[in-house]
């Protein structure tokens, strides 16, 4: 891409679409419990991609090295299989607002990621910003008395959040050399098709696979389930995995961290959870540390 800034444009674009799409699948996650709600997504992606190449006219069986499509296996069954699912978990237990300062960790782990593999280097201030981004998780995790939330609820929800953010991480630096040699949509399409084939035979020999192929069926949830998988999946897996091609992976998933804004304010008006104290100042500090590890 020729314009300016079109990784961080790209970033930012998808923070506000995947801030939507967590609102959508908090509500999804009222009646769809996390396994069947990933399967779903993935496979409404996976069609949804392959359609796209079919009208491009362009095959996705690529002449690339063995090597490629085994790292984009990988990545895809950590990434979208085991993460994913995990995502779900930790945003039913917590919900949208608690677990989006959680997903602040995705920065600091990636900068460390891409420092050691990849040879990323970042300044004094992009550092102390991502030391930013952890204090906010903990002052705004931190139980009270008061906290709505039961306290093993919240130690499960945090663990499987920052689980899921971390192999959400490792399977982004992973292709990350991948990423800057091949076209976005086929690296996209490789990683969603194999999570849906995975899940698909996952669900196939799962003891209550009746249950979680339900979520296929037309139902009040598809008014959620199904614009929060598109966007979700479709749209904002795109741009994110755009906007680390185009720039450093670890200033693109900075970005990416400003989703934590749209998602504290979404979640006060779509989903009426409670705007506190703590997760005002959670807020500002992660926000704070992401604008430093950007522009420092």
Known sequence: MSL??????????CAIIWATAIILFKKSGESTEPLSLNLFKNVICSALFLFTFLI??????????????LVLIISGIIGVVIAD???????????????????????????????FFLGERLSWVQLVGAL???????????????????GKNLIAGILLGALSITLMAISIVMIK????????????????????????????????????????????????????????????MITW????????????????QTSVIFVFIFAAFFLKERFTLRKFIGMIMAFSGVAMVTLG
């Open 4 to 13: 300016p800034y079109s990784g961080e444009i790209l970033s930012l674009i």
């Open 85 to 115: 699912t995990l995502f779900f978990k930790s945003l039913n237990l917590l919900g949208a607002g608690l677990l989006a300062i959680v997903d602040c960790l995705y920065t600091p782990i990636v900068i460390g990621l891409t420092f």
């Open 177 to 236: 050399p991948l990423l800057n040699r091949a076209p976005i949509l086929w690296v996209t399409t490789i990683r969603l098709v194999v999570a849906a084939i995975v899940m698909s035979i996952i669900a196939l020999f799962h003891p209550r696979r009746k249950e979680l192929f339900s979520s296929f069926r037309p139902s009040k949830n598809w008014k959620y389930m199904l614009p929060g998988a598109i966007l979700g999946n479709y749209f904002a």
């Open 132 to 150: 930013m981004i952890i204090s906010a998780i903990l002052i705004s995790s931190l139980r009270l008395p008061n906290h709505s939330i039961p």
């Open 241 to 256: 995995m755009g906007g680390v091609k185009y720039t450093y992976a670890s200033i693109a998933t900075a970005i990416n």
């Open 56 to 69: 491009m006219g362009r095959t996705i069986l690529l002449p690339a090295p063995i090597e490629d499509y």
